[in-house]
């Protein structure tokens, strides 16, 4: 496995007036292999959107670095970032914004490959054929104006536009947030079955675990612009190791009668404080019901969790080991 997208100690932050700074990504750090799917979730405000564009360096890192492959992207000056975007793509959360209503499908398809490639009129129409194909979208849409299709259909057109260079690294923000049921399991569908025939890697952003699961080999939790979790998809989900992350996860309507019965529910108590100003030492207390004396002094370390992946929860060494939801108290 080779990392593809190597993030380190990445920070982004606004300035807000009368001197407030809001730090909306506090300390991020994580890879992507070739080939694979990291999910990111978090609840609106984690700062989780924020790391995606600034990878992109479609928001601007304060501090950091950002690799794709051997090319560090924090490094670069924004004229040399043009050939970057050949190699790095976005699928945003909002079909009906992220497409030109004035510009045909094929117009729309055909732009990224005159800005960026050589090819002929005919190589490039037969490049948009395909990438219409690996959608599923009727090759005879080309002429087509994005308001004559659905929400579904829109995200495909989005999602052929991002592929059509054969991308090193998509961002996916979201991408099926908007969507009803059936099609968000559609474009699922759609993701895994490219995911499989290419070897670019996705950056997978969500507030839905359960869609995160799906998708994604790894998953990181972000609250309050840290990660407060990250490891194998699987153990992530059945066995979280970090109460916020159990907390997400009880939010998950179960469909195994049987499981839900065992399941625990954590419910959160309170809002997410506001990013200007918070919670000393671990972020998450206010909401925690595990919360100890320790965790307003101290900031968690992340602590390497059997099964895979780290939990910054000061639990893993200060009290009873927390193996998943099941063990923990309903309350
Ligand atoms: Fe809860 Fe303390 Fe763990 Fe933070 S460090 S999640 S407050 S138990
Ligand atoms: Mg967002």
Known sequence: RVPKLRVEDLEVTFDVGRGRKLHAVDGVSFHVDEGETLGL??????????????????????????????????????RQLRPLRKRMQIVFQDPYSSLDPSMTIGQQLDEPLKVHTSLSKAERRARVDEALDTVKLSRRYTSRYPNEFSGGQRQRIAIARAMILDPE????????????????????NLLLGIQEQSRTSFLFIAHDLAVVRLVSARTAVMYLGQLVETGPSARVYD???????????SAIPIPDPDRQRTRDRIVLGGDQPSPLTPPSGCRFRTRCPFAMEVCAEEAPPQYPIDGGGYAACHLHTHGPQLRGASVLPLI
């Open 41 to 78: 979730v978090g609840e609106s405000g984690s700062g989780k959107s924020t790391t995606g564009m600034a990878v992109l360096r479609l928001a601007e890192p304060t501090s950091g670095r950002v690799y794709l492959g051997d090319t560090e992207v924090t490094g670069l000056r924004s």
């Open 169 to 188: 690294l998509v961002v996916c923000d979201e991408p099926v947030s908007a969507l009803d049921v059936s099609t968000q399991s559609q474009i699922v």
């Open 239 to 249: 066995a979280p190791a970090h109460p916020y992350t159990a907390a997400l996860n």
